[in-house]
């Protein structure tokens, strides 16, 4: 993926849905949903876990993701 990604996080408004992956023991982790926040040093994205807050100190992609498709009728 082209550019900074921890740059790409704190030009992004809050409300937009991104994928923020991370290094974690063992491997990779991500988190995709709602940007809600960026500091200095974290960002917290809404998953439809809950709020995840993820080190910038660890991020190593970010993207724009398009908004979910529609859930379907029973």
């Known amino acids: 993926m082209p550019g900074d ?3 790409f ?3 992004c408004p809050t409300g937009t849905r991104v994928t923020v ?3 974690v023991d063992g491997g990779w982790s ?3 949903g709602y940007l809600r926040e960026v ?3 974290a960002c ?6 809950g709020l995840v807050t993820v080190p910038l100190d660890v991020v190593t992609h970010a993207i724009r ?8 009728p029973r």
Do not use: Y
């Open 9 to 11: 996080l704190r030009s």
């Open 44 to 49: 917290v994205v809404e998953t439809r876990r």
């Open 21 to 23: 992956r991370r290094r």
């Open 5 to 7: 990604p921890v740059a």
């Open 30 to 32: 991500d988190a995709l």
């Open 65 to 72: 993701v398009p908004p979910p498709p529609p859930r379907r």
């Open 39 to 41: 500091s200095a040093d």
